[in-house]
Every structure is written in C-alpha cells, then in structure tokens.
C-alpha cells in the first residue's frame, strides 16, 4: 500500500486521470481539413456539386439566349456565372467548417442584417421587371435571396427555446417573424418568395410539434392572407389571372412548357436548341426548359431525383439527432432547397404561374447563387457529425412518433 492510501499502480506514473485539468490542443489546419473529411456527409456535398456542374454547362447553354434578350455577348453570363459559381463554392466549402453554434450565429446575424435591408428596399431599392427587390451597394444585392437561410435557422433558433423553457409562446413569435417577413416581400412585390417562406415556416413548426388543430387554423389563415393578397396586390392578381385566362405572364409559362418538351426525351444537343432564343430569362427562370431542350427530358428527370436526393439525405443525417434546433435547422435548410426547386419547375412545366425564382445550384445568378451556396454551406456544417459518437436517443423519429401523444404546454400551443 502506497503512503497517498491508494493501490499500487493506481497513480503511480500520471496519476489519476480524473484530477487533471484538460489539456488543450492544437491543431493545424491540415488536422482540421481531415477532421472535417471524417465528420462531413460526402454523399451530400457530392450531389450540390453535382448539380453545380449541371449548371455550369445549362448557363452555358442559355446565355446566348440571355445574350440575344438583353444584347450583349452570347456568352457573357456564362462568363459571370464561373465567376460567382467559384464565389459561391469557397463561400460553401468555408461555411461547412464551422460548428453547430457558429453556424446558428451566423444564421441569426444574417437574418437580422438581412432583415434590415429588406426594410430599406422600399425606399432605396432600384427596379426591374416590375418589381423594386435589389439594393445598389456596388453590385446587385438582393437581400430576400441572403434572408432565406438566416430565416430558416432563426426560425430553428426560436422554436428551440421551448427546450429550456416550456412557458414561453415560441408558436406565436415564429409566427410574427414570419408575418413581418411576408409583409416586406410583399411591398417589392414577390408573391413566390413569400410563399417559399411560409413554406419553410409550415414544415418547422409542423416538426416543432404543434397540435394538428392548431396547424388548421394557421392554414386556414395562410389561405386568407393569400386570398387578400388577390384581391390587394396587382401584381400578385394580374400574374394569376394571366395564369388561368392567358396574357403575357401566361405567355412565358407557355413558352416554357414548349421549349422544355421541344427536345423529346433526349435533347437536340448543346446549342442546337432554337426554341430557347425566343424564351424571357432563359438563363435564370426559366432554364430547366432550356436543359429540356437540349438535354431532354432524361435529363429534367435526372436533376429532379438529385433534388429529392438531397433532401432525402439531410432528413436521413437527422433522423436520430438529439439536438432540436440542429433538427429544426437541417430540416428547414433542406425544405428551402427542395421548396425552391419544386417551385421553378412547376413554373416551367405550367404548373404555376410565373414566380421570378431561379433553380437552385443550375440557374445564373449573382446573389442568388451565392445565397444557395450559403444555405447548402450551412447545411452541411449542421449535418455534421462524428462517425464515432453512438447517439442513444432516437431524434426525428421520436419527435414524430411522440407529436399526437405527448401534452404541449399551452404557451407553445
């Protein structure tokens, strides 16, 4: 027996772990590259790329479209679109880095910054095609498109609080962050942008887990607020009515839906496409027809399941995430991709009336693109996880299997 009163061997080199203070360690960037290799889902960042190369050469095909419509070089918006497409690809591949609670920062910061510039749109903002949505701040900044992920996860953030603390109404705060939202889309106008949102609002809340009762009444109260909308905003009326009784929202919709069927099931080839050079932003809009066209409708099919592919993964990487607002978040992110996506190709397979909302990862854009690298930067960081961690609570199919049984406190509901 040792003079300390402890077995032989016990502490005899090191002494007990459990009475030293943690060591720090640090590593290098090397380190960090590999620990994000082990921790990211590949599968995911796989398919965004995948589909940022299917852009890549869609923007190629429709920029002398785009070319023709707005009388510069055929190629000048493909030309761009490489530049922001490897803008947005160091903004993704960074953004994926940081932590959970970086990234729940940086949603936050985001959507308030966002927040207050949409504020000033009104006011500052220049038009374009009818509607006032971009601020000049030394290039085209669109403050909407950068507001869709810090929504998303401010959104996560706030319903998460019920967590900590079961009085508070996190229902009715999502709630009016969300009403405000749509109040400043609607002053540009843009009708599909509020939509999008509600979407996204829809889907967090429905996993938050209020009551279904609860759920009817908030949309049977989205039905009202569109039917206003009808009634209140021309533009929102004028775009339906062309819609169903034809004119010339209708026309572009028409258009669409012809130039995307025009190639058949295989394409007419890369430029070979003549269909497209009469078709209005056949590089953002409308660009799924162009892929139509001269990749086929094989094609179209391709990118839709990759979509669906997408958000199958993310919701797979949280079905046992214990975490509720890493839950909240990567379901939200995934349901503004996924929610985006339906949208422009219901647009151009004359589904919907025109929405003014580009494909994500394919179509051209400056902040748009940007913005949906942003997100798929901020869902990967969320979907994150140690391959080596076993987590013993069931998350999402928990939270679902337990949404009709268990009591909710009645400031939640």
Known sequence: MS????????????????????????????????????????????????????????????SPAGGKQYGIDDFAFFQRHLVFQMMGLAIMLGVSFVSREDARRLGIVLAVVMLFLLLLVPVFGFERNGAKRWLNVGMSLQPSEFLKPGFAILLAWMLSWRMRDESLPVLGYATLAMVLVAALLMLQPNLGAAILFAGVWFVLVLLSGVSLLRMGALVAGGIGLMTAAYFLYDNARHRIDSFLGGGTAYDQVYLAERTLTAGGWTGSGLWLGTRKMTLPEAHTDYIFSVIGEEFGLL????????????????????????????????????????????????????????????????SYGGSSTLAICLTCGLLLAITRRNPFLERDRPGLTDLIGRSGKRARPKAFL
Not at 29 to 44: A, Q, S
């Open 299 to 362: 094609a179209c099919g391709v990118i839709l399941i990759l979509y669906l592919a997408i958000v199958g993964r993310a919701l797979v990487r949280l079905v046992n995430e214990e975490n509720l607002f890493a839950l909240l978040a990567g379901a939200g992110l995934a349901a503004l991709i996924g929610g985006q996506a339906f949208i422009n190709m219901a647009v151009n397979l004359q589904l919907f009336p025109s929405k003014g909302m580009t494909l994500p990862l394919v």
């Open 3 to 62: 003079l300390s009163g402890r077995p032989p061997g016990l502490n005899s080199v090191r002494g007990d772990a459990r009475f030293h203070a943690p060591v720090a360690v640090r590593r290098g960037f090397g380190d960090r590259v590999l620990i994000w290799w082990r921790e990211v889902d590949k599968w995911l960042l796989g398919m965004v790329l995948c589909l940022m190369a299917i852009g890549t050469i869609a923007v190629a095909a429709a």
